[in-house]
């Protein structure tokens, strides 16, 4: 459908509940041509444009649980908490196999957020200007690299780390590239949240160190969060936006491998899905009318 919109947030096990969005999508027959992610978000959109229903949910509830996937031990194997290689080489290429062929080929487009260290901006990278092997390996693996926790995925001789750390809503990327109207999948019910704990304030100190372009801008991309939260809510009330978020079922840890709560919130973002869906399809209809 031209000019709509997917927006994906990220948040990483959270994106649980983007990827029952979108199976629903899938199962509905609801496709929207142009998908912007940031984080998880990416991956799931791949998911999406590849048409694989039940392979994110599958890394969420099931691959979750291999050793390989999180924990201190990938510290020590590839300086990073989450098993980047498993991810984003071995789960696509033996475990879970990604369709390539099906993503080289459709005519959707994906972008990905992207953070440069050297600048601190934000960079939007399509899957149609990769290869898809290549695409998945850095792309997709520099969108879900946070500093501290991820060493950054070099590409083209500059270093990248996740695309949230820049641009967490990129709502004003999809208008740009031509989309009127966008539907919006949040992973939280409410924004960012205002209080920083003593975790957020090392992660903070520590990335300014490292980073220093990204941790200036740390403060500056929150504060542009919020902004653009009212801006989604002004042009929701215009109708130029569709929201799906969270509203029951949560994580309380975004880390979390709890499968229960990760099937439950799943759950609830297909369900949200087929309850709202002949609300989206009069609001679809209405842009192409």
Request: charged residues 30%.
């Amino acid at each position: 459908m031209k000019n709509v919109g997917l927006i994906l947030e990220g948040g990483g096990m959270r994106g649980v509940y983007t990827a029952g969005v979108l199976d629903a999508f899938i199962d509905t027959e609801l496709d929207i041509n142009y998908v912007i992610g940031v984080s998880s978000g990416a991956n799931i959109g791949a998911n999406y444009i590849t048409k694989q229903k039940g392979r994110s949910k599958k890394i969420y509830l099931y691959w979750s649980q291999d050793k390989r996937f999180v924990g201190f031990r990938n510290l020590l194997k590839e300086r990073s908490y989450f098993g980047m290689e498993f991810l984003f080489s071995i789960l696509p290429n033996q475990l879970e196999k990604f369709d390539y062929d099906a993503f080289s080929k459709s005519d959707k487009v994906l972008v990905s957020c992207l953070t440069n260290c050297e600048t601190g901006n934000v960079e939007y990278v399509e899957h149609q200007d990769y290869c898809p092997k290549s695409y998945m390996s850095t792309i997709i693996r520099a969108s879900n690299s946070l500093p501290i926790i991820s060493p950054p995925v070099t590409i083209n001789n500059n270093k990248y780390l996740d695309g949230f750390l820049s641009d967490p809503l990129p709502i004003y990327k999809s208008i740009e590239d031509g989309n009127t109207h966008n539907i919006v999948v949040f992973t939280k019910k409410t924004g960012i949240e205002t209080k920083v704990s003593w975790s957020d304030k090392l992660f903070r100190n520590i990335t300014k160190i490292k980073y220093p372009k990204i941790g200036e801008n740390i403060e500056k991309t929150v504060n542009e969060y919020f902004k653009r939260l009212k801006v989604v809510e002004e042009l929701e009330s215009k109708g130029k936006i569709f929201i799906f978020r969270p509203t029951s079922a949560k994580l309380e840890n975004r880390y979390s491998k709890d499968v229960k709560e990760l099937e439950a919130v799943y759950d609830e973002g297909y369900q949200d899905v087929i309850r709202q869906l002949e609300k989206l399809k009069k609001w679809l209809a209405r842009i192409t009318d």
